[in-house]
């Protein structure tokens, strides 16, 4: 467990150093300028991306083997690829709605486990149908991990510094997607078992468990909205103490710390299961409803590209005539692109705005993606792939970053779980349409599709999303959350469980 200072000294103390005579949490929060706690837990919760797109993306370099190993039809292929989405889906959906409740940090560390232990598993499998139902179970856990990771961190940061640390946090996922690559390149095609053995690998990050155990502490925000201000005060208290012992002074009082108290009302005295009905009724309330349509409709787009594209690339290497160790290495190529791709998004995110990047983005990618399905020559299709690699994931820390800030405190996770949850739709279907597709249309289907799902999503963006840039969670609220629509249908689902 994490050992903080005596809790009613934190709050005391932070009574003390309020402007007005008392700061909430979220006020101090924001006067935190990025210092080392804030790396810490970008570094923690990075590490926790990296193996989850470790996990998820070396099923591409292992597909084109255990496709020859258990003489699989390319359907059954297109099915076996979206089996670790098909637990993503239900992992996302699981971890967003019980983490507004429980608390993030411990449905984080859950899901660590079981994605990992399932990981270990998989590797024993005997046939493909066990190995579906394990890849299942492991993107059950990656799901749950993933969904919850950008916003319980993002509500550590303030409005300053926010759309770069998570687009950085997001740009782990590259780190994760080249280790994929790396194995898949040097250890699948050595042996039979070579497959088996980058499962292993992926099972490792369970030891990260020890580490996050003791270092990583709840949410600020989500506990001062369960009403436990005390407890969120000696963790901001924790922080600051370690900021100032740096000899970094604190950021001046925001002009604006805005407090929504209605968003935290209620909360803490329904039963779990009314909280969880109540909260994802309130996503579709009100002026909130726009933003849930906007980025259930936008994941949806982009992860059915996304995962089209990197689930399927090495095997349509291979079928377009190149070999299995010239395919991974260029794959290899293709996975480094997402590199640049997440920290140039990183950067634009609080340069140019979260809309901007993600729309920029997918437009750039929808081109690279219309390239890819008219090009011929083996250079060219590296080089629109590299492209689309790119600009898909400079789109992506621009969403993760959005979607992390366009709910309500005690929403957040509920939003951006159900968000990521209905995105796996797309990562399920892309992978069994391309698995459909490419036999009789090749290239020229595939992308053709992709452009137009790129496109689709940067207009949803465009035409539907708020502004976030340089605003305080608090402020972004109360901006896109009609009051009375969320305070009537939380007091009608209150007095319904209670009748």
């Known amino acids: 467990m994490v050992n903080y200072p005596d809790k009613q000294n934190a709050a005391t103390l932070a009574q003390r150093e309020g402007t007005d005579g008392m700061e909430t949490v979220s ?61 993503y889906l239900f992992g996302s959906l699981t971890a967003g709605a019980v983490g507004d409740v429980f608390g993030r940090r411990r449905i984080m560390m859950s899901a660590l486990a079981i994605y990992s232990l399932a990981s270990l598993c998989s590797a024993a ?31 550590f940061v303030a409005a300053r510094y926010r759309g770069r640390f ?23 095609p050595l042996s039979s078992s070579g497959w088996r053995i980058v499962l292993v690998i992926t099972a490792l990050p369970i030891f990260l468990l020890l580490w996050w155990r003791r270092a990583l ?35 001046p009082p925001a002009l604006s710390s805005a407090h929504n108290p209605l968003a935290m009302s209620h909360a803490g005295s329904l039963h779990p299961l009314s909280r969880l009905i109540t909260n994802l009724c309130v996503l579709w309330s009100g002026r909130l409803a726009r933003i849930t349509l906007m980025m259930w409709v936008t994941w949806v787009t982009f992860i059915f590209s996304y995962y089209s594209f990197f689930t399927w690339i090495p095997s349509l290497l291979v079928q377009s005539g190149l070999g299995i160790t010239k395919s991974f290495a260029y794959s290899l190529t293709i996975y480094t692109a997402q590199i640049p791709g997440y920290f140039s998004g990183a950067y634009l995110n609080d340069l140019w705005g979260r809309r901007a990047t993600i729309s920029l983005g997918l437009i750039l990618g929808a081109v690279s993606a219309l390239a890819l399905a008219l090009v011929r020559t083996d250079g060219l299709v590296v080089l629109a792939s590299f492209s689309l690699s790119l600009f898909m994931n400079m789109a992506a820390a621009g969403l993760y970053a959005y979607t992390s800030e366009v709910f309500p405190t005690r929403v957040r996770a509920t939003g951006a779980g159900s968000a990521s949850a ?14 459909l597709i490419a036999p009789s249309f090749h290239f020229v289907g595939v992308f053709g599709v992709t452009t137009l799902m790129l496109a689709a999503g940067a207009f949803t963006v465009l035409v539907l999303g708020p502004r976030t840039r340089g605003r305080a969670l608090e402020e972004i609220e109360n901006t896109v959350l009609e009051r009375s629509a969320e305070a009537r249908a939380t007091r009608l689902l209150s007095e319904t469980v209670h009748q």
């Open 422 to 435: 209905v995105g796996r739709l797309g990562a399920i279907a892309g992978p069994i349409f391309v698995g």
């Open 27 to 87: 006020a101090r929060l924001e006067r935190l300028p990025f210092a080392k706690p804030h790396r810490r837990l970008l570094l923690m919760g990075g590490l926790g991306y990296t193996f989850d797109a470790m996990d998820g993306a070396v099923l591409a370099f292992i597909l084109p083997i255990v496709a020859k190993e258990w003489s699989l039809t390319s359907v059954e292929m297109g099915i076996l690829a979206s089996s670790t989405y098909i637990g």
């Open 217 to 251: 502490p709840e949410s600020p925000r989500w506990l001062a909205a369960q009403g436990r201000e005390a407890e969120a005060h000696t963790i901001v208290t924790k922080m600051q103490t370690e900021v100032e012992a740096l000899g970094v002074k604190l950021l």
């Open 125 to 155: 499998a005997t046939g493909w149908d066990l190995f579906f139902w394990l890849r299942v179970a492991a993107g059950f856990g990656m799901g749950a991990e993933g969904a919850i990771i950008a916003p319980y961190l993002a509500e």
């Open 166 to 188: 998570v687009g950085q946090l997001a740009g782990f996922f590259s780190f994760g997607f080249v280790a994929a690559a790396l194995l898949g390149y040097l250890l699948v």
